[in-house]
């Protein structure tokens, strides 16, 4: 009688292991479905994967759900039952339920992840606007924008630098999707939005012919360093100096040091461009830059002005999508007796064919544009583009075979051509 008691007491011991592993299995399963689902709906409304702290939290809730609720349900159907919840065998499995629930949660994430991006490449996309939805791909009211397959076909924009081959390859026939009731500028704004987001890119110019194809496509990548703002005839310079705490960039600075005779001495005057614990750097003329000496240790006392009006554009225009171009008016061309005003963009200066003649600032919109007229421009490539299209000699431009959006009217603005 003693064996057969021994015996069911292990039956009974075993049969409430199963279960409880059962139980933990089931847990887990759920858990790892529930981190699935969050990892393909984070993937399907952001396009990035959802991170590994919000998937687990997903996932070990509907262990923690379960844990309260059986709790709270045996409190409530037998209230005897309230301590049952703090003996070590029940905290041990709640314990083990919520451990392996947390443990597989990176495992479904990653598996909703996958689906997400498997799902938008069987649709035919590599990529996905964050509006756009399953449900409204089914009805069809999306747009549809192919980039160009070759990366031969994607172009570099004059004046920047150009994108690596690289990037270029991996955009080379994407197809992004955008909701169809973006007007064609907002489509244009929206598809440059995702280019730069998307790939790095620092500028890019597109256009987009009346079926919504790319029909022309130039990267480039945003300016970097000094270079680019410096004029001719002056040379950035590191030097070991001591700015005063309110010195920045643009101050104009004096350079000075111990003489000889252990008496101040005033070695160049500059321009403050940065600085870096004890280095400054520093922008002068090219002569002046002779005069300064590696191993010397200088003294910068910064003057009572403004930083100069070049400067500050400068630091505008390089934060800003709009570049600064110089465009010739060329004999013949569509621009010649145009006035400024049917200009989109804007004139900063413009240099007249005489070499006598003094360049005309701000000009007035109402000047009228004649052969070898030089026009500085600020303006979006595109934009830039466009006139430079127009200010174009006729045999120039009809040679120009990459025109594939044709030759509008009018260069008084880019809404005419969409419209």
């Known amino acids: 009688m003693t064996l057969l008691l021994q015996l069911d007491a292990v039956i009974r011991s075993a049969a409430v292991l199963l279960n409880d592993i059962a139980l ?19 993937r399907w409304y952001t396009r990035e994967p959802i991170p590994r702290w919000l998937a687990s939290l997903f996932g070990g809730t509907p262990a923690a759900v379960y844990i309260s609720g059986i709790g709270l349900l045996d409190t409530i159907t037998d209230p005897t039952r309230a301590a049952d919840v703090f003996e070590p065998s029940t905290m041990l499995l709640n314990s083990t339920v919520l451990v392996a629930a ?23 996309t590599s990529a996905v606007d964050a509006e756009v939805g399953r449900i409204v791909r089914t009805v069809g009211r999306v747009a549809a924008v192919e980039l160009p397959e070759d990366p031969d076909n994607i172009g570099d924009i004059d004046g920047y630098d ?48 009346e079926a919504g194809d790319v029909s022309f496509l130039a ?39 111990t003489g000889e005779d252990g008496a101040p ?13 004890d280095v400054a750097t520093v922008i002068l003329d090219e002569s002046d830059a002779q005069r300064l000496d590696r191993g010397e240790e200088y003294r910068l006392l910064t003057l009572p002005s403004d930083p100069g009006a070049e400067h500050e554009f400068t630091s505008l225009l390089r934060s800003a999508d709009e570049t600064m171009e110089r465009v010739t008016v060329e004999l013949g061309s569509d621009l010649v007796g145009a006035t400024l005003g049917n200009l989109d963009a804007t004139v900063v200066a413009v240099r007249g064919a005489d070499e006598d003649e003094a360049v005309d600032a701000i000009p007035a919109r109402a000047r009228e544009l004649a052969a070898g007229d030089e026009l500085f421009i600020v303006a979006r490539p595109e934009t830039v583009r466009r ?33």
């Open 102 to 124: 947390v443990a597989v949660s990176p495992a479904g994430r990653a598996v909703g992840d996958r689906v997400a991006t498997d799902v938008f490449a069987f649709a035919g």
């Open 219 to 257: 990267l480039g990548r945003r300016v970097a360093g000094l270079g680019p703002t410096m004029p001719p005839g002056v040379a950035a310079v590191a030097v070991r100096a001591d700015p005063g705490a309110g010195a920045s960039a643009g101050d104009a600075v004096q350079l000075w040091r």
């Open 265 to 277: 001495e005033r070695v160049v005057g500059a321009e403050l461009r940065a600085t870096a614990g």
């Open 24 to 42: 933990i299995a089931s847990l887990a399963v759920g858990a790892a479905a529930v981190a699935a689902a969050a990892a393909l709906v984070h």
């Open 387 to 419: 006139i430079s299209r127009f200010a174009a000699a006729p045999e120039a431009d009809d040679g120009d075979g990459g025109d594939s959006a044709g030759t509008p009217a009018s260069p008084a603005s880019d809404s005419a051509d969409d419209d």
């Open 162 to 209: 150009p994108v690596p081959r690289a990037r270029k390859e991996a955009m080379a026939g994407k197809r992004l999707l955008f909701p169809r009731r973006l007007t064609d500028a907002e489509l244009t704004d929206r598809l440059v939005t995702r280019i730069k987001e998307d790939y790095g890119i620092g500028h890019v110019d597109v256009e987009l012919d």
